[in-house]
């Protein structure tokens, strides 16, 4: 995307088309998108980024990815379940994807949830992702580096608001920019805030909605590296448009999850243009 496409100001329409012009572009770009995730959300992640228009592909092995990861144009990193043998392959990883000069995104799933995890949450921010994507809780613990404080394991046991000082703090610590989820998505680079306004309250009653989203998120990013800011929005954004229109054919969040997969798939510019709801705050 054009410098010059990228304003200050922007109304809500400028945004929606925004978030239409990044679909666009990951449908007719496709891109690569290394995934290690977690056990739990392989199968919705994959899904998420096959209906945007995206190629995923989760390769986890630390023997592998010297080959793979520079190949890819965006990697994405998920400690949701996190193991000894996992950490090493994804630390390797995050340095291929730096000195290969490709985007990678972070999602800190249940950051405070144990010692081991928070440092190697840490440890990873440290290797400079461009993006963190967490819930509320998970973006607290990574500001404060505090491990056991209010966490329920991988659901957040705050709303996003109480965590938009902790977002903007995180990302200027970091240098990366930094999107809590919630009923809004708050999303900073440390300086600027944006709140996208889309999405259904059921989306949280479906397991690793939240992973999907992130990977959504390293797909959009991946078309977009230099504005990672307005991407992230945008995937934000556009997931939770797929979330509304799922909702209207949705009978709890077993069939959500399926019409969710399918809206993605089939949403229009109309539909995006007309749902968007992203302002700067
Ligand atoms: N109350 C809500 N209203 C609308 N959308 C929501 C709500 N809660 C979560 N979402 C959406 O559900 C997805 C997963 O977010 P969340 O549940 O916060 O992540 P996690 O699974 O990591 O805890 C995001 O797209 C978010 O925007
Ligand atoms: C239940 C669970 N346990 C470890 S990872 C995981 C999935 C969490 O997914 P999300 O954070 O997107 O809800
Ligand atoms: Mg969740």
């Known amino acids: 995307m054009e410098d010059g496409e990228q304003g200050e100001g922007e109304g809500e329409g400028e945004w929606a088309s925004k978030a239409w012009a990044h679909l666009s572009s990951v449908r007719s770009l496709s891109p690569l998108i290394q ?4 056990f739990v959300s392989m199968d ?13 592909a989760m390769l986890h092995s630390s023997t592998e990815s010297p080959d793979f990861t520079p190949q890819v144009h965006a990697l994405y990193i998920n400690v949701g379940t996190l193991s000894d043998a996992w950490l090493p392959a ?3 990883a995050a340095e291929l994807a730096t000195k290969f000069n490709k985007p990678w995104i972070l999602d800190p799933v249940a950051a405070a949830a144990s010692r081991f995890r928070l440092k190697a949450c840490l440890d990873l921010i440290s290797l400079k992702p461009s993006v963190i994507r967490g819930n509320a809780s998970e973006i607290i613990a990574l500001a404060d580096a505090s491990f056991g404080s209010s966490t329920k394991g991988v659901d957040s046991s705050h709303d996003s608001t109480d965590a938009v000082e902790a977002a903007k703090s995180l990302a200027s610590s970091s240098g990366a920019v930094v999107a809590v989820s919630g009923a809004v998505d708050f999303i900073t680079d440390g300086n600027r805030v944006l709140g996208a306004r889309n999405g259904v309250p059921m989306m949280q009653k479906i397991t690793a909605t939240g992973c999907a989203v ?17 991407a992230t929005a945008s995937a934000l954004a556009v997931f939770g448009v797929a979330g509304e229109i799922g909702m209207e ?7 959500l999850r399926m019409h969710l997969i399918d809206s993605l798939h089939g ?9 968007v709801k992203i302002s700067a705050l």
């Open 249 to 255: 054919m949705a009978r709890g969040p077993a069939s």
């Open 44 to 56: 919705l992640t994959a899904n998420t980024l096959l209906s945007a228009g995206a190629s995923p």
């Open 214 to 230: 992130t990977a959504l998120i390293a797909a959009f990013v991946a078309i977009d590296p230099s504005h990672a800011l307005e």
């Open 90 to 92: 994804m630390i390797a």
């Open 267 to 275: 949403l229009d510019q109309t539909a995006v243009i007309s749902r």
């Open 35 to 38: 995934c290690i995730t977690n």
